[in-house]
């Protein structure tokens, strides 16, 4: 079982600037991608930011150049640096993490987490 918990969320003028996280817990084996969601009432969940293992970062059209995904892989945690917020980006914001649980390649198991949504509200 993998969990993951968000913080840094919250009232936010437009122009200001963000930053969330999500720290993984549980017996990580490997991860195969990591990524930011948002949902904003009345809309489907769309995806933010999301690094595949070994790839590139991807960023949705409507964040690129103001949003910025990292990592620390030491500690588990994933980050999103918002900067530039527009009330456009008022959602409740959910990381995602995909991969494997166990000790070792034979005895993994899949998972897919997901946080429990942290809201960012943009608005002045």
């Known amino acids: 079982q993998v969990q993951l918990v968000e913080s840094g969320g919250g009232l936010v003028q437009p122009g200001g600037s963000l930053r969330l996280s999500c720290a993984a817990s549980?017996?990580?084996?490997?991860?195969?991608?990591m990524g930011w969601y948002r949902q904003a009432p009345g809309k489907q969940r769309e995806l933010v930011a999301n690094?595949?293992?070994?790839?590139?970062?991807n960023y949705a059209d409507s964040v690129k150049g103001r949003f910025t995904m990292s990592r620390d892989n030491a500690k588990n945690t994933l980050y999103l640096q918002m900067n530039s917020l527009k009330p456009d980006d008022t959602a409740v914001y959910y990381c995602n993490v995909v991969g494997y649980t166990g000790s070792n390649y034979y005895t993994r198991n899949f998972f897919d987490s997901w946080g429990q949504g942290t809201q960012v509200t943009v608005s002045s």
């Open positions: 549980g017996n990580i084996f490997s991860i195969n991608v």
């Open positions: 690094i595949p293992s070994g790839s590139n970062t």
